[in-house]
DNA sequence: GATGAATGAGGTTTCATTCAT
DNA sequence: GATGAATGAAACCTCATTCAT
């Protein structure tokens, strides 16, 4: 299956640069603003196109979201398929993956800021089950196929269910990845923690959280 | 220090029944519309009161909202609040911990919707801190509190600090509460599981989990 | 003809610290935030009475608002009665006009700007014309008298008509008044001559509008 | 510097005809029920546009009042202008502004009732010291000039400061300016000269101002 | 006399979307 | 392809006034 769009063909025909520029925009609009609180009109102008024309390129200003949306999702993602196509055992690729996680976070938080609005959304209704399935199948297939080979190697315990497994892991990984940009989870992050955390130093994250993964992975109660 | 609350002295002068409608109808509208789409007017009428009392009751829209949520949170916070009082072993809390949220997940899916908006908000600002602040310390102190006391009785792992153990904790019975009430998480518990959340047995998720959690509190790498 | 009144029985049969109260605190809220803007409801709240009380007191906002300007208007018209009623000469008079009104609007500026609040009302229309000549009528017989005075023992010119007179000295007056209390005239007054009202010493105020006033009145060409 | 303005480029931008329906609409609206009971769906309705262009074009309510005022001003200080130039001595000028000042002022009253709106205005604050300052430094920069001149000439008595020469001019000329138009000020007239000002003849006023100030301006005490 | 809860019309402002050019 | 003027519904919030107690 082709991977389903949001946008008008003439998007499709519009200049590399617009298009980037366009979506810059948008994601940064969207990720400071809210969904509800982001103006079109001003995400036309910033982009130097008129609404008009935005209008030829996107349906509605939810098509111009979810296309914003996906084009953050990809560059996400992209980080987590280097890890996990790699060769390592599943620890290493957590440990990799949780590393990544505390960089990327910094780096991409607008993206992860549209990627956390849309948890929360009560707009999309009909297509909200589409949009997930296309962004968590993804996700969840990554996480699934490391897992279910560590599984099969005997790397990891018996007793868990693979699915259930990559879903606790997310789980873990997620919110962390909020914490970092997310203002909500940034406050939560405080609050639990004692400290900020843009003053903590990363390995000791990776390590605790490495630790409390390593033993819900390996060890098995006799 | 008096909870801090968001209502003016008229609401607590009201009847208990009416703080009580408008509370619900808040909620009700707030959970399913959303911050944003929600309508203060729909509020009023449906809780048979005019617009301009609602007004000497709350001062802004963002008030009533913040309201019905410490409304909401009270009720699932005292759930939690019942099982880390008790004497058990941690992993016994745990046990029911991971129960009590299935079950109460269900029953009172709007508190949770309420909660699910926060995280992703963006209006509050200056008083986002604030209001997470309340919430989450409420929230992590008691889990630290339970998870102090097993920590100094040996009853866990020694390795890990009790802080980031409380933060893992919440990070894996938050998502799942979610994944009981919230559209996106509700699909994303499909996607990996591959299973309607309704139509699993509540058992197998609490199985699983354990199984995780108990691993993670308990094993320490030599 | 008694002087009509714009309150209900009921506030006449209040003690006299509640009516001071109400006025003082109804001529505060006016003058800082104008007829419109004022707040009937916090008026009531400040002078420590019920707005059901208010509405015992007064019929209406308007009736209010007259009231509290009467009263403003009577400490205003008593030092301009206690001058005109002297034996001095219309010079003297002017003289002693010029300088009290810079002290009085120092002294009294919640008066003076519900006074200029009137000159520029929409809102009143019917009542409009009983109000001025009700005031103005107070103000102007007061000048009227003194020049026919002076005009009959010879003390100003002849061929200047008293009525117009009495006019053109109060046009000198009153936006003079309103220059050390009100925004728009006291900016006016700092545009024109170029120091800030209250940096400038009454003295070289008097002395100026004096000369003009004395020449105007007393000079006549051949 | 170029004269600020208030509104959009879109304004700018609008067909002739537009603009000046908007305006007229406008003033009128303005004037005739002040500035807080004014309405501006009712100004959009009335100049043919839809209230969403009307915001197109201003920002703000405040924003559509200061150009409407800001146009009213340049008509009215357009013959203070034409008379203010000439090559006429300072008596002469003064007897054109008089006249002029009654004849205009009922034409042009709707402008005139605006001016007379701003003076008692509470709620520009800080926009207020702005507004004032470009509307009156224009008025008094022409009065200063021409007495200045006269100054020079000897034209004028020498004893009299020029600034408060204009001053004192201004409040002779604008009292009376509003006498014809605004509705506390035509009671105030009829109360002080006994006589409708619609009644009376232009040129008695004229008679017994100039008198006035001719005195005023030439003739020194020894 | 005194209270204050209750009303609800009405005004300003925003913004997704359309469409003529 | 590109423009941007134009629309208008809809939402938050205020406050003078009433009236049952």
Redesign the pocket.
């Known amino acids: 299956m082709a991977k389903k769009h949001y946008y008008k063909d003439?998007f499709e025909?519009?200049s590399k640069e617009r298009k980037e520029k366009i979506l810059e925009v948008g994601i940064e609009e969207f990720s400071s603003k809210g969904y509800e609180?982001?103006?079109?009109?001003v995400i036309a102008k910033n982009s130097g196109?008129?609404?008009?024309?935005m209008?030829?390129y996107f349906s509605?200003?939810e098509d111009l979201f979810i296309t914003c949306l996906n084009h953050g999702m990809e560059i996400l993602e992209q980080a987590l398929y280097d890890i996990m196509q790699s060769d390592d055992k599943l620890l290493v690729k957590a440990e990799k993956l949780i590393r990544t996680t505390c960089i990327h976070s910094k780096k991409n938080s607008h993206y992860i800021k549209m990627y956390n609005e849309i948890t929360a959304e009560k707009s999309f209704d009909k297509r909200t089950r589409e949009i997930v399935e296309q962004i968590e199948s993804r996700r969840s297939s990554m996480y699934i196929t490391s897992i279910t080979q560590a599984f099969e190697k005997g790397d990891v315990r018996s007793d868990l269910n693979p699915k259930f497994f990559a879903f606790f892991l997310d789980n873990l990984l997620t919110p962390l990845q909020f914490s970092f940009t997310c203002d909500y989870y940034k406050e939560r992050f405080r609050v639990y923690t004692g400290i900020d955390v843009n003053e903590m130093d990363d390995e000791q994250i990776v390590e605790q959280l490495l630790k409390f993964i390593e033993s819900a992975f390996t060890f098995e109660k006799k």
Chains 1, 2, 3, 4 share one sequence.
């Open positions: 003439a025909r519009a609180n982001a103006n079109i009109n196109i008129s609404i008009g024309l209008y030829k509605t200003k």
